[in-house]
Protein backbone atom coordinates (compact mmCIF):
# COMPACT_ATOMS: atom_id res chain seq x y z
CA UNK A 1 0.00 0.00 0.00
CA UNK A 2 2.91 2.20 0.76
CA UNK A 3 3.60 1.70 -3.44
CA UNK A 4 -0.04 2.66 -4.20
CA UNK A 5 0.30 5.90 -1.59
CA UNK A 6 3.31 6.82 -3.41
CA UNK A 7 1.53 6.63 -6.51
CA UNK A 8 -1.71 8.01 -5.80
CA UNK A 9 0.24 11.50 -4.50
CA UNK A 10 2.37 11.63 -7.69
CA UNK A 11 -0.62 11.11 -9.60
CA UNK A 12 -2.63 14.09 -7.74
CA UNK A 13 0.63 16.12 -8.19
CA UNK A 14 0.68 15.48 -11.59
CA UNK A 15 -3.00 16.54 -12.21
CA UNK A 16 -2.53 19.58 -10.16
CA UNK A 17 -5.36 19.03 -8.06
CA UNK A 18 -4.24 20.51 -4.67
CA UNK A 19 -0.90 20.99 -3.66
CA UNK A 20 -0.44 18.80 -0.63
CA UNK A 21 2.79 17.98 2.08
CA UNK A 22 3.29 13.90 2.27
CA UNK A 23 2.58 14.58 5.90
CA UNK A 24 -0.93 14.80 4.84
CA UNK A 25 -1.11 11.27 4.61
CA UNK A 26 1.48 10.35 7.21
CA UNK A 27 1.15 10.87 11.01
CA UNK A 28 -0.27 14.37 11.41
CA UNK A 29 1.27 16.72 13.36
CA UNK A 30 -0.98 18.49 16.19
CA UNK A 31 -1.96 20.87 13.89
CA UNK A 32 -2.94 18.87 10.97
CA UNK A 33 -4.81 16.67 13.38
CA UNK A 34 -6.92 19.54 14.21
CA UNK A 35 -7.32 20.56 10.95
CA UNK A 36 -8.73 17.04 9.53
CA UNK A 37 -10.80 16.98 12.53
CA UNK A 38 -11.86 19.89 11.53
CA UNK A 39 -13.30 18.98 8.62
CA UNK A 40 -14.11 16.09 9.39
CA UNK A 41 -16.81 18.19 11.16
CA UNK A 42 -17.49 19.93 8.08
CA UNK A 43 -18.43 16.73 6.34
CA UNK A 44 -20.81 15.85 9.40
CA UNK A 45 -22.42 19.02 9.39
CA UNK A 46 -23.43 18.20 5.74
CA UNK A 47 -24.59 14.75 6.33
CA UNK A 48 -26.35 16.41 9.68
CA UNK A 49 -28.20 18.57 6.67
CA UNK A 50 -29.03 15.13 4.48
CA UNK A 51 -31.06 14.38 7.62
CA UNK A 52 -33.29 16.84 9.27
CA UNK A 53 -32.91 16.58 13.55
CA UNK A 54 -33.95 13.45 16.06
CA UNK A 55 -35.47 11.05 12.58
CA UNK A 56 -35.62 7.89 12.41
CA UNK A 57 -31.91 6.33 11.95
CA UNK A 58 -33.31 2.79 11.59
CA UNK A 59 -36.90 1.51 11.88
CA UNK A 60 -36.90 -2.56 12.09
CA UNK A 61 -40.45 -3.90 11.34
CA UNK A 62 -42.17 -7.41 12.39
CA UNK A 63 -38.85 -8.91 11.65
CA UNK A 64 -38.32 -12.58 11.42
CA UNK A 65 -35.26 -14.46 10.55
CA UNK A 66 -35.10 -18.55 10.69
CA UNK A 67 -32.08 -21.16 9.91
CA UNK A 68 -34.61 -23.98 9.27
CA UNK A 69 -36.68 -24.61 11.44
CA UNK A 70 -35.01 -22.76 13.74
CA UNK A 71 -36.37 -19.59 14.31
CA UNK A 72 -33.71 -16.98 15.40
CA UNK A 73 -35.53 -13.45 15.05
CA UNK A 74 -39.60 -13.56 15.84
CA UNK A 75 -41.10 -10.85 15.23
CA UNK A 76 -39.25 -7.68 16.32
CA UNK A 77 -39.85 -4.16 15.97
CA UNK A 78 -38.25 -1.54 17.04
CA UNK A 79 -37.34 2.78 16.18
CA UNK A 80 -33.83 3.73 16.56
CA UNK A 81 -33.79 8.00 15.86
CA UNK A 82 -30.82 10.04 14.92
CA UNK A 83 -28.97 10.08 17.75
CA UNK A 84 -29.45 7.42 19.69
CA UNK A 85 -27.28 5.63 22.04
CA UNK A 86 -28.69 2.40 21.76
CA UNK A 87 -28.15 -1.26 24.08
CA UNK A 88 -28.81 -4.54 22.24
CA UNK A 89 -29.08 -6.68 25.55
CA UNK A 90 -29.70 -10.46 25.77
CA UNK A 91 -27.71 -13.97 26.13
CA UNK A 92 -25.50 -15.67 24.19
CA UNK A 93 -27.61 -17.37 21.47
CA UNK A 94 -30.16 -14.59 21.31
CA UNK A 95 -29.95 -13.77 18.09
CA UNK A 96 -28.41 -10.38 17.88
CA UNK A 97 -25.45 -11.06 15.63
CA UNK A 98 -28.29 -12.15 13.20
CA UNK A 99 -30.31 -9.29 13.75
CA UNK A 100 -27.31 -7.32 13.21
CA UNK A 101 -26.57 -8.93 9.86
CA UNK A 102 -30.12 -8.82 8.90
CA UNK A 103 -30.13 -5.00 9.41
CA UNK A 104 -27.30 -4.85 7.77
CA UNK A 105 -28.52 -6.85 4.54
CA UNK A 106 -26.11 -9.63 4.80
CA UNK A 107 -28.96 -12.31 6.72
CA UNK A 108 -32.24 -12.76 4.32
CA UNK A 109 -35.25 -12.58 6.76
CA UNK A 110 -38.40 -14.33 6.22
CA UNK A 111 -40.72 -11.72 6.84
CA UNK A 112 -40.94 -7.99 8.00
CA UNK A 113 -38.65 -4.87 6.81
CA UNK A 114 -35.45 -3.02 7.64
CA UNK A 115 -36.24 1.01 6.68
CA UNK A 116 -33.57 3.63 6.72
CA UNK A 117 -35.28 7.14 7.29
CA UNK A 118 -39.03 5.40 6.71
CA UNK A 119 -37.68 4.22 2.96
CA UNK A 120 -36.51 1.01 1.35
CA UNK A 121 -32.85 2.62 0.43
CA UNK A 122 -30.37 0.03 -0.32
CA UNK A 123 -27.67 2.69 -1.70
CA UNK A 124 -28.47 4.57 1.77
CA UNK A 125 -27.59 1.01 3.62
CA UNK A 126 -24.24 0.58 1.44
CA UNK A 127 -22.96 4.08 1.64
CA UNK A 128 -23.89 5.24 5.40
CA UNK A 129 -24.67 2.49 7.77
CA UNK A 130 -21.30 0.74 9.37
CA UNK A 131 -20.36 -2.58 11.06
CA UNK A 132 -18.56 -3.79 13.63
CA UNK A 133 -18.45 -7.37 14.02
CA UNK A 134 -17.13 -9.57 17.07
CA UNK A 135 -13.50 -9.59 16.91
CA UNK A 136 -13.38 -13.84 16.17
CA UNK A 137 -15.37 -13.08 13.15
CA UNK A 138 -12.29 -11.75 11.35
CA UNK A 139 -9.31 -12.80 9.05
CA UNK A 140 -5.91 -11.28 11.52
CA UNK A 141 -3.20 -13.92 9.92
CA UNK A 142 -3.69 -11.75 6.32
CA UNK A 143 -0.38 -10.07 5.96
CA UNK A 144 -1.70 -6.19 5.91
CA UNK A 145 -1.06 -2.58 7.77
CA UNK A 146 -3.38 -1.27 10.11
CA UNK A 147 -3.86 1.50 7.94
CA UNK A 148 -4.69 -0.83 4.75
CA UNK A 149 -7.38 -2.25 7.31
CA UNK A 150 -9.37 0.85 8.30
CA UNK A 151 -9.53 1.81 4.34
CA UNK A 152 -11.00 -0.70 3.34
CA UNK A 153 -14.26 1.09 5.49
CA UNK A 154 -14.17 3.80 2.69
CA UNK A 155 -15.06 0.85 -0.29
CA UNK A 156 -18.28 2.17 -0.04
CA UNK A 157 -16.39 6.06 -1.17
CA UNK A 158 -13.53 4.91 -3.65
CA UNK A 159 -15.37 2.14 -5.87
CA UNK A 160 -14.02 -1.51 -6.10
CA UNK A 161 -10.71 -1.34 -8.33
CA UNK A 162 -10.21 1.80 -7.64
CA UNK A 163 -7.02 4.10 -5.77
CA UNK A 164 -7.77 5.77 -2.43
CA UNK A 165 -7.77 9.14 -2.80
CA UNK A 166 -6.09 11.37 -0.53
CA UNK A 167 -9.35 12.29 0.88
CA UNK A 168 -9.70 8.66 2.01
CA UNK A 169 -6.18 8.70 3.50
CA UNK A 170 -7.43 11.89 5.26
CA UNK A 171 -10.98 9.67 6.78
CA UNK A 172 -9.08 6.60 7.18
CA UNK A 173 -6.01 8.66 9.53
CA UNK A 174 -8.81 10.51 11.65
CA UNK A 175 -10.75 7.37 12.08
CA UNK A 176 -7.00 5.85 13.88
CA UNK A 177 -6.68 8.99 15.68
CA UNK A 178 -10.15 8.86 16.94
CA UNK A 179 -9.49 5.09 18.46
CA UNK A 180 -6.34 5.98 19.65
CA UNK A 181 -4.67 3.85 17.36
CA UNK A 182 -2.68 6.28 14.93
CA UNK A 183 0.52 5.04 16.21
CA UNK A 184 0.29 1.82 14.72
CA UNK A 185 -0.51 2.45 11.62
CA UNK A 186 2.10 0.74 9.72
CA UNK A 187 1.70 -2.10 11.72
CA UNK A 188 1.04 -5.52 10.52
CA UNK A 189 -2.61 -6.04 11.89
CA UNK A 190 -1.51 -9.74 13.13
CA UNK A 191 1.11 -7.91 15.82
CA UNK A 192 -1.45 -6.20 17.20
CA UNK A 193 -3.10 -7.43 20.65
CA UNK A 194 -6.84 -8.22 21.04
CA UNK A 195 -7.80 -5.09 21.92
CA UNK A 196 -5.79 -3.06 19.67
CA UNK A 197 -7.85 -4.71 16.97
CA UNK A 198 -10.87 -4.34 18.49
CA UNK A 199 -10.32 -0.68 17.95
CA UNK A 200 -9.16 -1.12 14.69
CA UNK A 201 -12.43 -2.44 13.77
CA UNK A 202 -13.90 0.42 15.41
CA UNK A 203 -11.60 2.92 13.00
CA UNK A 204 -12.13 0.90 9.89
CA UNK A 205 -16.58 1.52 10.64
CA UNK A 206 -15.65 5.47 11.18
CA UNK A 207 -13.84 6.08 7.89
CA UNK A 208 -16.88 5.70 6.52
CA UNK A 209 -18.02 8.50 7.88
CA UNK A 210 -21.53 6.25 8.41
CA UNK A 211 -24.68 8.08 9.74
CA UNK A 212 -26.00 4.52 11.52
CA UNK A 213 -23.35 2.27 13.50
CA UNK A 214 -24.11 -1.23 14.83
CA UNK A 215 -21.52 -2.74 17.31
CA UNK A 216 -21.44 -6.34 17.88
CA UNK A 217 -19.82 -6.50 21.47
CA UNK A 218 -17.30 -3.85 20.64
CA UNK A 219 -16.11 -4.06 24.48
CA UNK A 220 -14.57 -7.72 24.09
CA UNK A 221 -11.19 -8.09 25.22
CA UNK A 222 -10.60 -4.44 26.03
CA UNK A 223 -9.02 -2.65 29.37
CA UNK A 224 -10.59 0.18 31.02
CA UNK A 225 -8.82 2.18 29.54
CA UNK A 226 -9.95 1.79 25.78
CA UNK A 227 -13.21 0.92 27.09
CA UNK A 228 -13.49 4.42 28.71
CA UNK A 229 -11.94 6.01 25.18
CA UNK A 230 -14.38 4.46 23.10
CA UNK A 231 -17.52 4.87 25.58
CA UNK A 232 -16.26 8.56 25.44
CA UNK A 233 -16.13 8.33 21.30
CA UNK A 234 -19.16 6.90 21.00
CA UNK A 235 -20.90 9.39 23.40
CA UNK A 236 -19.30 12.06 21.00
CA UNK A 237 -20.80 10.42 17.86
CA UNK A 238 -24.43 10.46 18.72
CA UNK A 239 -23.36 13.93 20.10
CA UNK A 240 -23.15 14.89 16.06
CA UNK A 241 -26.05 12.60 15.29
CA UNK A 242 -25.11 9.17 14.62
CA UNK A 243 -27.46 6.51 15.85
CA UNK A 244 -26.00 3.81 17.38
CA UNK A 245 -27.20 0.45 18.30
CA UNK A 246 -24.41 -1.52 20.71
CA UNK A 247 -24.83 -5.39 21.59
CA UNK A 248 -23.07 -5.53 24.82
CA UNK A 249 -22.76 -8.56 27.84
CA UNK A 250 -21.56 -5.86 29.74
CA UNK A 251 -25.25 -4.76 31.48
CA UNK A 252 -23.96 -2.49 33.62
CA UNK A 253 -21.47 -0.65 31.50
CA UNK A 254 -24.53 -0.52 28.92
CA UNK A 255 -26.92 0.79 31.85
CA UNK A 256 -24.61 3.57 32.65
CA UNK A 257 -23.63 4.13 28.66
CA UNK A 258 -26.75 3.96 26.62
CA UNK A 259 -29.43 6.15 26.51
CA UNK A 260 -32.23 3.22 25.97
CA UNK A 261 -31.94 0.00 26.17
CA UNK A 262 -33.66 -3.35 24.13
CA UNK A 263 -33.91 -6.72 25.98
CA UNK A 264 -33.98 -8.95 23.25
CA UNK A 265 -33.98 -12.81 23.17
CA UNK A 266 -35.17 -13.58 19.85
CA UNK A 267 -37.84 -11.30 20.26
CA UNK A 268 -37.96 -7.59 22.37
CA UNK A 269 -38.59 -8.44 26.07
CA UNK A 270 -38.26 -4.69 27.07
CA UNK A 271 -37.58 -1.44 25.32
CA UNK A 272 -36.95 1.36 27.51
CA UNK A 273 -34.69 3.68 29.31
CA UNK A 274 -32.60 1.67 31.38
CA UNK A 275 -34.51 2.93 34.57
CA UNK A 276 -38.25 1.95 32.97
CA UNK A 277 -37.05 -1.69 32.86
CA UNK A 278 -38.37 -4.22 34.86
CA UNK A 279 -36.77 -6.68 37.25
CA UNK A 280 -39.45 -9.33 35.52
CA UNK A 281 -38.12 -8.30 32.08
CA UNK A 282 -34.20 -8.85 32.97
CA UNK A 283 -35.05 -11.91 34.14
CA UNK A 284 -37.72 -12.86 31.05
CA UNK A 285 -34.51 -12.00 28.94
CA UNK A 286 -31.77 -14.22 30.93
CA UNK A 287 -34.22 -17.24 32.02
CA UNK A 288 -33.36 -15.86 35.61
CA UNK A 289 -35.25 -15.23 39.14
CA UNK A 290 -36.21 -11.71 39.96
CA UNK A 291 -34.78 -12.19 43.33
CA UNK A 292 -31.37 -13.69 41.64
CA UNK A 293 -28.29 -11.91 42.59
CA UNK A 294 -27.81 -10.53 39.16
CA UNK A 295 -31.01 -8.90 38.94
CA UNK A 296 -30.55 -7.61 42.65
CA UNK A 297 -27.22 -6.10 41.04
CA UNK A 298 -28.73 -4.79 37.57
CA UNK A 299 -31.90 -2.82 39.80
CA UNK A 300 -29.13 -1.12 42.66
CA UNK A 301 -27.18 -0.16 39.88
CA UNK A 302 -30.20 1.44 37.75
CA UNK A 303 -31.58 3.50 41.12
CA UNK A 304 -27.97 4.69 40.99
CA UNK A 305 -27.50 5.83 37.63
Same mark, same amino acid.
Given at each position: ?????? &???? &??????????????????????????????? %???????? &??? $?????? &?????????? %?????????????? !??????? !???????????????????????????????????????? +???? %?????????????????? =??????????????????? #???????????????????????????????? $???? #? !???????????????? =????????????????? +? @???? =?????????????????????????????? $?????????????? @???????????? =????
Amino acid at each position: MKKVEK &EMLE &ECAVQNVEERSISAVQVPSAQSAQSSNAQNS %QERSVHAQ &EQP $AHVPGV &EVKNLHVSFG %QNHVVNNVSFRVMS !GDFVGLL !GPNGAGKTTLFRTIMGLQKSCAGEVLFHTEHDKHYRTRYV +GYVP %QRHDVAWDFPISVLDVVL =MGRIRHIGYGRRARIEDYR #AALTALERTGMLGFKDRVIGELSGGQRQRVLV $ARAL #A !GQPHILLLDEPFTGLD =MPSQELLTDLFHKLTDE +G @ESII =MSSHDIVGSIQSCSRILLFNGSIVGDDVPS $ALTAAQWAQTFNIR @EDSSLIRLITKD =MNHA
